[in-house]
């Protein structure tokens, strides 16, 4: 089953993807259960009820007639693990914990759905602006002291992640911070996709297209740590919740083709690991992450319109 949320009527709706073109509203197939998915999450049998309800039924509205939206409404907590790929931890040259998760927090504005526009810093600010296609792990059933092998019982479900990261002020001081969480700079959907019809996280791969060209594919088994793992030790200092996000690591860049000038081209890159194959995000870009039999999380890249240049 795959979830969706968009904005009706000055609102955020629910709907269940039934084709590759078409959906339902949950309100019009399910009108008893919440208008938030944390909130059918946090219902025993939300899921279950959803489901049901939406079995058989065709679709009457058009996915491209939405604007889709971030589909955790109020999460309260929103994870992120750096260097859990080892094909980034090896470009990188960084060391981090063979045996414990690398982690960070995100904040909901920084998040946009699948669809809308990632906002990139104004140049003056940074110029560093990186992709980070990513799995997202979304949990549905709460818990603490989780061990590793009931873990992925806690799992709801998976979505597409762009984890966008301003590189320069993740340099700022030792923690990532507000690098991480630049207003609308990272995307999340195009919707929920249940574990039941997604499957083991380690079978998929992940790609990240930026205008088309594919910078990043990697299996999700180059993880260094896997979900289960992840959950697990996240569980040990809190009480997991319905609705809360972990993204699971971005892969390293794939080395450019020959005729690829842009990747080629260390001089346009600001960051603090100069890479082949490694672009950063601009305004006018189209930034694709995909994972098979996932989804195709879109997003186009847009110029901080709310900046004014200090006068002279």
Known sequence: MKIIAYAESGHTALGVVTSSTHFVAVADIAPDL???LIAILE????????RKAAHGREGDRLLASVTLKPFLDRPNAMWALALNFKS????TGLQTSLDFPHLFMRTAASY??????????PE??????DYEGELGVVIGKPGRYIPVEQAMEHVAGYTCLNEGSVREYQMHNRQFGLGKNFEASGSYGPWLMTGDEFGDPATHTVVTRVN???RQRAPLDDMLLDVARVISYLSQGYRLRPGDLIAMGTPGALKPQPDDKEGQDLSRQYGPFPTPGLVHMRPGDCVEVEIDGLGVLRNPVTADTSYAAPAR
Do not use: K
Request: hydrophobic fraction near 50%; avoid cysteine; charge should be negative.
């Open 34 to 36: 919440p208008a938030s």
């Open 43 to 50: 219902q025993e049998d939300g899921l279950a009820r959803l």
């Open 88 to 91: 980034h931890i090896a470009e």
């Open 112 to 121: 946009v759905g699948g669809g809308e526009p990632i906002v990139a810093p």
């Open 124 to 129: 003056a600010i940074a110029r560093a602006f």
């Open 212 to 214: 088309g060209v594919v």
